[in-house]
């Protein structure tokens, strides 16, 4: 019977309790001006899962893969798209706003 050891389980919870650690320390250690470069890199990031998912799709051949990679390609598309959305409306916050002169200013112009 193939699995997993009670040891092999321990080590894989270590080292994910471990990057969960070193991943919450470095993001709030980023200044808020590196967090639109860094979801960039992030949303870059989550298009080569994205590929990986079609790639998994694509050698699926029961029923319970098919929807598996289905639900994987689905849910990486969403997860690209919207960190794309995202990044696009925190960009919008650093450009300049136009104000529209109001009718004392303009009436001050002339």
């Given at each position: 019977m193939h699995g997993i050891s009670g040891q092999a389980l321990a080590i894989d919870c270590f080292v994910f309790a471990l990057a969960v650690f070193v991943g919450f320390e470095l993001i709030t250690k980023v200044p808020a001006i590196l967090h639109t470069p860094l979801m960039s890199?992030?949303?870059?990031?989550?298009?080569?899962?994205?590929?990986?998912?079609?790639?998994?799709?694509?050698?699926?051949?029961?029923?319970?893969?098919?929807?598996?990679?289905?639900?994987?390609?689905?849910l990486g598309t969403l997860n690209v798209a919207g960190g794309f959305v995202v990044t696009d409306r925190m960009l919008e916050m650093f450009k300049p706003r136009t104000t529209q002169p109001t009718a004392p200013d303009r009436d001050r112009a002339v």
């Open positions: 890199a992030t949303n870059a990031i989550h298009g080569i899962v994205l590929v990986g998912a079609i790639v998994v799709a694509a050698v699926a051949h029961d029923a319970g893969s098919d929807v598996i990679a289905v639900l994987a390609v689905f």
